[in-house]
């Protein structure tokens, strides 16, 4: 298996300053896919900040279906957790539109952005975001030389 061309990647939150604003990421449409995984990145999180991350879901893209938490999906994020990576994987999302939350408040929170991994599609290789994704390579046993 080549994760190149088995998982779809896009970028569904560029970098947020220092804030405790809540971030709701761009949703992923699920169809042709059976699983996701969200990589929420963070920077500096200032003493006594109170942060979380969770998963939510909505049938038509939170247009008429409202989004709703995704149970058992949320974690802490801890004022010590600085620089560090928290990831979120939802296998069998029982809608078709899923998207990630970073609840803020408190204190500031810097978050790096937000990537998510499709995965488990219908039809490989997959094609990743060409919005968000500037280029992609596979390589198989490359020879030592100039890259």
Known sequence: MNL???A???RVSNAVTAGTTDINSSSVDMQGFDAVQFIV???AITASAVTSVKLQ???DDGSSD???DLEGTSQTVADNDD???FILDN???RERYVRCVVDRGTQ???VDGIIAMQYNADVEPVTHDSTTVGGSELHHAPAEGTA
Do not use: C, E, I, M
């Open 41 to 43: 990145a963070f920077g």
């Open 66 to 68: 409202s989004w709703a």
């Open 57 to 59: 879901q909505s049938s």
């Open 91 to 93: 296998v069998r999302p």
């Open 4 to 6: 190149s061309k088995a």
């Open 8 to 10: 779809k990647v896009t």
């Open 83 to 85: 620089n560090q990576l």
């Open 108 to 110: 500031d929170a810097v």
